[in-house]
T-cell receptor, first 116, second 114 residues
Framework: AQKITQTQPGMFVQEKEAVTLDCTYDTSDQSYGLFWYKQPSSGEMIFLIYQGSYDEQNATEGRYSLNFQKARKSANLVISASQLGDSAMYFCAMREVYNQGGKLIFGQGTELSVKP | NAGVTQTPKFRVLKTGQSMTLLCAQDMNHEYMYWYRQDPGMGLRLIHYSVGEGTTAKGEVPDGYNVSRLKKQNFLLGLESAAPSQTSVYFC?????????????FGPGTRLTVT
């Protein structure tokens, strides 16, 4: 069964430094996609970045990059030059391409706190 | 362009009462989803729909029913609320269920059952 594991319940980072949020996944499918979402204290879910299982290059979106290591089944989110506004919960999620409905399976989340 | 909206934002119910949560999207998305979020457990899928008139069960469907009579609306019903259904409920929609199409989320509904 597909599963997402985020082993860091909470993380602290100094403003302007880089931080890596860990995500490992388990699936028997060859075709899948990995997503990261941000949830600030206001509660909304904000899409950050996507990586497909067949993408050869790591995805990047501005200050966000996804360190995709397929053999290790890991999809870590790297935030460069942290800002105070990056303080939030971060969720890793996976979609198996051929599962009906495009369902997302979410990890438990990591709470990131950026210190000034 | 409002995206995904949810009504109501907050609700308190007594055990055994019923209610319906409304989700509306104006992006002409085919796929719609209902999730619940509990502390320390991330989001779990309750029900989903791949098009108007279709619904299917997700990971935690017991105690909930859904309907998608119009493409833009997805309703989540609680027939007899229980304290275990105290949670934050999120609706989401997507163009497609494959590839990199992300799900767009509504602002959430905070439900307390006493």
């Amino acid at each position: 069964a597909q599963k997402i594991t985020q082993t860091q319940p909470g993380m602290f980072v100094q403003e302007k430094e880089a931080v890596t949020l860990d995500c490992t996944y388990d699936t028997s499918d060859q075709s899948y996609g990995l997503f990261w979402y941000k949830q600030p204290s206001s509660g909304e879910m904000i899409f950050l970045i996507y990586q497909g299982s067949y993408d050869e290059q790591n995805a990047t979106e501005g200050r966000y990059s996804l360190n995709f290591q397929k053999a290790r089944k890991s999809a870590n989110l790297v935030i460069s030059a942290s800002q105070l506004g990056d303080s939030a919960m971060y969720f890793c999620a996976m979609r198996e391409v051929y599962n009906q409905g495009g369902k997302l399976i979410f990890g438990q989340g990591t709470e990131l706190s950026v210190k000034p | 362009n409002a995206g995904v909206t949810q009504t109501p934002k907050f609700r308190v119910l007594k055990t055994g009462q019923s209610m319906t949560l409304l989700c509306a999207q104006d992006m002409n998305h085919e796929y719609m989803y209902w999730y619940r979020q509990d502390p320390g457990m991330g989001l779990r899928l309750i029900h989903y729909s791949v098009g108007e008139g279709t619904t299917a069960k997700g990971e935690v469907p017991d105690g909930y029913n859904v309907s998608r009579l119009k493409k833009q609306n997805f309703l989540l019903g609680l027939e007899s609320a229980a304290p275990s259904q105290t949670s934050v409920y999120f609706c989401a929609s997507s163009w497609d269920g494959t590839g990199g199409y992300e799900q767009y989320f509504g602002p959430g509904t905070r439900l307390t059952v006493t």
